[in-house]
């Protein structure tokens, strides 16, 4: 069974940098993307980036490119999602999701990481 | 890329069926067959009830079915429960940097 396992709530003032993780377990093959999705407080679900755990491929929405940087550890089959100076507006739960290659849906969720950014 | 545009919400009473609208454009919705669904409770992350547009994954009720015509894909929700009620969210494959967009989201409200 999949399982995508995030680590825990982080506080943070701005200006700080910031790496959360999302441990992946259960897939037999590195043949899935792993994509991560902003959820600010009270509102709607943000597509940020994707990267491919079999490759090197790496996509960034526009509006998060330059913001943030995704990358992956496969020898711990990890992916990370890191800041190198928080903003107030960072503020959000961040969630990590899987998909396998040739898929396009993504059927497994993270549980949600809440980063709270404030001075 | 702009957000899909779904209605802020939706309601009906128990039993009935409501049906929720997620509208793009041809790089997204229109384009492709790859559009799901996924619903989320409070307090709780998105889980995916719908894929390609009309798939349901094992373990969806059968009263959850979706569709598409054009550049708009539905969600229809029928004999409506008190535990369907929570936000909902489409999410389409897009020709824009080959990755995907949400829509902006629906309160579903069982009255």
């Known amino acids: 069974e999949v399982q995508l396992v995030q680590s825990g709530a982080e506080v943070k003032k701005p200006g700080e940098s910031l790496k959360i993780s999302c441990k992946i377990f259960?897939?037999?093959?590195?043949?899935?993307?792993i994509g991560w999705v902003r959820q600010m407080p009270g509102k709607g679900l943000e597509w940020m980036a994707i990267?491919?755990?079999?490759?090197?491929?790496?996509k960034y929405d526009p509006s998060f490119r330059g913001q943030v940087t995704i990358s992956v550890d496969k020898s711990i089959d990890t992916a990370y999602l890191q800041w190198s100076s928080l903003k107030s507006t960072d503020t959000a739960i961040y969630y990590c999701?899987?998909?396998?290659?040739?898929?396009?849906?993504?059927?497994?969720w993270g549980q949600g990481a809440l980063v709270t950014v404030s001075s | 890329q702009s957000a899909l545009t779904q209605p802020a919400s939706v309601s009906g009473s128990p039993g009935q069926s409501i049906t929720i609208s997620c509208t793009g454009t041809?790089?997204?919705?229109?384009?492709?067959?790859?559009v799901s669904w996924y619903q989320q409770h409070p307090g709780k992350a998105p889980q995916f009830i719908i894929y390609?547009?009309?798939s349901r994954p094992s373990g969806v009720s059968s009263r959850f079915s979706g569709s598409k015509s054009g550049n708009t894909a539905s969600l229809t929700i029928s004999g409506l429960q008190a535990e369907d009620e929570a936000d909902y969210y489409c999410?389409?494959?897009?020709?824009?940097?080959?990755?995907?967009?949400f829509g902006t989201g629906t309160k579903v409200t069982v009255l």
């Open positions: 999701a899987s998909a396998t290659d040739g898929n396009f849906h993504w059927d497994h």
């Open positions: 259960g897939y037999s093959f590195n043949n899935y993307w």
């Open positions: 990267t491919y755990f079999g490759g090197s491929a790496t």
């Open positions: 041809s790089s997204d919705v229109g384009g492709y067959n790859y």
């Open positions: 390609d547009v009309s």
């Open positions: 999410c389409s494959y897009t020709r824009s940097g080959s990755t995907y967009v």
